[in-house]
């Protein structure tokens, strides 16, 4: 079984940036993806980036080119780096695991306010 747990929050102005992390812990050999997902208010959860085990990358089309996803496995900790953030980026920010063995964990969220 594999703990997450997201810091690194808040509220920040639009323009501004603001850094995620995600603490894993537990059976943290098990993982083998990544991801950050996202979910504003009264919308459903959506995928905001991923890395694979073997650091491949992908992003939504929202934040390409301002968000970058990455991975320190040695730390067993997943980052995302979020610049020149818009309004639209306020949402509760959820980190997901992928084991091996086809199982998946989830984070408790950290709330990211965007304001205009």
């Known amino acids: 079984q594999v703990q997450l747990v997201e810091s690194g929050g808040g509220l920040v102005q639009a323009g501004g940036s603001l850094r995620l992390s995600c603490a894993a812990s537990?059976?943290?050999?098990?993982?083998?993806?990544m991801g950050w997902y996202r979910q504003a208010p009264g919308k459903q959860r959506e995928l905001v980036a991923g890395?694979?085990?073997?650091?491949?990358?992908n992003y939504a089309d929202s934040v390409k080119g301002r968000f970058t996803i990455s991975r320190d496995v040695a730390k067993n900790t997943l980052y995302l780096q979020m610049s020149s953030l818009k309004p639209e980026d306020t949402a509760v920010y959820y980190c997901?695991?992928?084991?091996?063995?086809?199982?998946?964990?989830w984070g408790q969220g950290t709330q990211v306010t965007v304001s205009s």
């Open positions: 997901k695991a992928d084991l091996w063995r086809g199982t998946t964990s």
């Open positions: 537990g059976s943290t050999f098990g993982i083998n993806a």
């Open positions: 890395i694979s085990s073997g650091s491949k990358t």
